[in-house]
């Protein structure tokens, strides 16, 4: 089993930047990686960003060179940077953990941008 617990999210004007974070606790040495999604209002829930237990980072198309994921391995954490926020970056931003063939979903955080 793996808990996961967001925080961080605000309300925030156009350029701005935010950090959201995911605590993690739990079976923490089965994780294969973890993902940031998030859902707009009337939108789908999307991928965001990725992080590999090597390191590795995967982005979508539409945050890659304002968001960056990384982690803290001494603080069971995963942040999400975000920069350069837009109108569109409004939404829930939820983290998953991958473990043993299934998937760790948070309760997410709401991350609103004002213009």
């Known amino acids: 089993q793996v808990h996961l617990v967001e925080s961080g999210g605000g309300l925030v004007q156009t350029g701005g930047s935010l950090r959201v974070s995911c605590a993690v606790s739990g079976d923490i040495s089965s994780i294969t990686g973890m993902d940031w999604y998030r859902q707009g209002p009337g939108n789908q829930r999307e991928f965001v960003a990725a992080i590999a237990v090597g390191g590795n980072t995967n982005y979508a198309d539409s945050v890659k060179g304002r968001f960056t994921i990384s982690r803290d391995n001494a603080k069971n954490t995963v942040y999400l940077h975000m920069n350069s926020l837009k109108v569109e970056d409004t939404a829930v931003y939820s983290c998953?953990?991958?473990?043993?063939?299934?998937?760790?979903w948070g309760r997410g955080t709401q991350v609103t941008v004002s213009s």
């Open positions: 998953v953990a991958g473990s043993e063939g299934r998937d760790y």
